[in-house]
């Protein structure tokens, strides 16, 4: 039976142009994003405009040129970047405010995540390239190397404060877990996903309901929900991470699951077979 918060109907790939996943407006499992999978042939290109919110573009693949100008300001900032894997390359992602519009330009063909959220304050854009993204290897040394994977913050409070929005990546290894020991937190949360292989696929925890995660699939991750995730051996398991902080309490970290700290020692490995 599928959980409606899951969202897997584009297990076929996304279309030309724009493809909206979720929405802030969205009545079932809010998680007061706008999320969606732009996708541009050679040559042809898109434009973000100004309204209400900040917005995010992440470089999936492809080859594009950036032009982006604030309303207030008299000349456009330009840049071109290039991104030819998402497990093996950190991220590139121009992040804006409400007043930017940003122009997007394909040189070859293209995909990209555009991610928004509600935010009235002003502030500077900021292309982050593959050195200003730093890559984690979290969970080595933990549970018999069972959730040792790649993370990749791209901005919290702590480098863009003035943002509504967290985001970052995770690049899961085969066969092993990520958000794990189980771990929760009371914003609501994005992950997207792409596999090593077209047939690779996981499984996610929302709450106390698993998902068969697949290509392209999205999900909806309330506050409060534990969300471990695992991937199956042989495939890695890529996720765009998008949290939308909520006023009076922004996200500022994740509580793990009380039964499961004892995870974090090292020297609790946990059972090992004697074979």
Same mark, same amino acid.
């Given at each position: 039976? =599928?959980? &409606?918060?899951?969202?897997?109907?584009?297990?076929?790939?996304? #279309?030309?142009?724009?493809?909206?996943?979720?929405? +802030?407006?969205?009545?079932?499992?809010?998680?007061?994003?706008?999320?969606?999978?732009?996708?541009?042939?050679? #040559?042809? %290109? @898109?434009?973000?405009?100004?309204?209400?919110?900040?917005?995010? *573009?992440? !470089?999936?693949? #492809?080859?594009?040129?950036?032009?982006? $100008? =604030?309303?207030?300001?008299?000349?456009?900032?330009?840049?071109?970047?290039? $991104?030819?894997?998402?497990?093996?390359?950190? &991220?590139?992602?121009?992040?804006?405010?409400?007043?930017?519009?940003?122009?997007?330009?394909?040189?070859?063909?293209?995909?990209?995540?555009?991610?928004?959220?509600?935010?009235?304050?002003?502030?500077?854009?900021?292309?982050?390239?593959? +050195?200003?993204?730093?890559?984690?290897? $979290? /969970?080595?040394?933990?549970?018999?190397? %069972?959730?040792?994977?790649?993370?990749?913050?791209?901005?919290?409070?702590?480098?863009?404060?003035?943002?509504?929005?967290? *985001?970052?990546?995770?690049?899961?290894?085969? /066969?092993?877990?990520?958000?794990?020991?189980?771990?929760?937190?009371?914003q609501p949360e994005?992950?997207?996903?792409?596999?090593?292989e077209p047939q #690779?696929?996981?499984? %996610?925890?929302?709450?106390?309901?698993?998902?068969?995660?697949?290509?392209?699939?999205?999900?909806?991750?309330?506050?409060?929900?534990?969300? %471990?995730?695992?991937?199956?051996?042989?495939?890695?398991? @890529?996720?765009?991470?998008?949290?939308?902080? !909520?006023?009076?309490? &922004?996200?500022?970290?994740?509580?793990?699951?009380?039964?499961?700290?004892?995870?974090?020692?090292? =020297? =609790?490995?946990?059972?090992?077979?004697?074979?």
């Amino acid at each position: 039976m =599928k959980h &409606p918060a899951h969202l897997n109907s584009h297990r076929e790939g996304f #279309g030309p142009g724009i493809t909206w996943i979720s929405k +802030d407006t969205d009545l079932e499992f809010p998680t007061f994003l706008d999320f969606a999978v732009i996708r541009l042939r050679a #040559g042809e %290109a @898109y434009t973000v405009a100004t309204h209400e919110k900040e917005k995010a *573009l992440v !470089l999936m693949s #492809g080859l594009v040129d950036l032009r982006w $100008r =604030k309303t207030t300001d008299t000349q456009s900032e330009k840049a071109t970047i290039e $991104r030819r894997s998402l497990f093996d390359e950190r &991220p590139k992602c121009f992040h804006g405010d409400h007043l930017t519009t940003v122009f997007v330009q394909a040189r070859q063909d293209a995909e990209l995540c555009l991610i928004q959220a509600k935010n009235s304050r002003e502030f500077v854009s900021k292309l982050f390239q593959t +050195d200003d993204v730093q890559s984690e290897l $979290r /969970g080595a040394g933990l549970a018999q190397g %069972a959730t040792v994977r790649d993370v990749r913050l791209i901005f919290d409070k702590n480098n863009r404060p003035e943002s509504e929005m967290v *985001l970052g990546e995770v690049v899961n290894f085969p /066969g092993r877990w990520s958000s794990y020991p189980p771990h929760h937190h009371d914003q609501p949360e994005l992950y997207h996903y792409r596999f090593t292989e077209p047939q #690779g696929f996981g499984h %996610a925890e929302l709450g106390d309901a698993v998902v068969k995660v697949k290509q392209f699939d999205t999900v909806k991750i309330m506050g409060g929900w534990d969300h %471990a995730q695992v991937s199956a051996p042989g495939y890695g398991m @890529y996720y765009l991470w998008a949290v939308k902080h !909520l006023s009076e309490k &922004p996200y500022l970290g994740f509580q793990f699951s009380d039964d499961h700290t004892w995870l974090l020692d090292p =020297k =609790k490995q946990g059972w090992e077979p004697q074979l």
